[in-house]
């Protein structure tokens, strides 16, 4: 899998990890508005869009962690989820 399109779910907790991802698309998540927890860790996403988390209002932890995130993404691409309260971004050394 190396894109993934529009998730529809009812699930609080979504694994992505390990799935060699490379983007998400823009409001990707929209219909997702239950998910409280997103691991999109170890994948190979190395940008992010400003509305690739539209939707998520309920997320409280989302893991990035060793992506190929190039440059800092814009704090706006988290202003859909108000209640985050934990963010991964470990990188690989």
Do not use: C, W
């Amino acid at each position: 899998m190396t894109a993934l399109g529009q998730v529809k779910t009812s699930l609080k907790f979504l694994d992505l990890s390990f799935n060699k991802i490379t983007k998400l698309l823009p409001e990707i998540f929209q219909t997702s508005n239950r998910i409280q927890a997103l691991n999109l860790s170890s994948n190979q996403i190395a940008t992010l869009h400003e509305l690739s988390f539209k939707g998520l209002s309920h997320l409280l932890e989302l893991d990035l962690s060793h992506n190929e995130l190039k440059s800092a993404f814009k704090n706006t691409s988290l202003k859909y989820s108000p209640h985050l309260h934990v963010l991964h971004l470990k990188i690989a050394v």
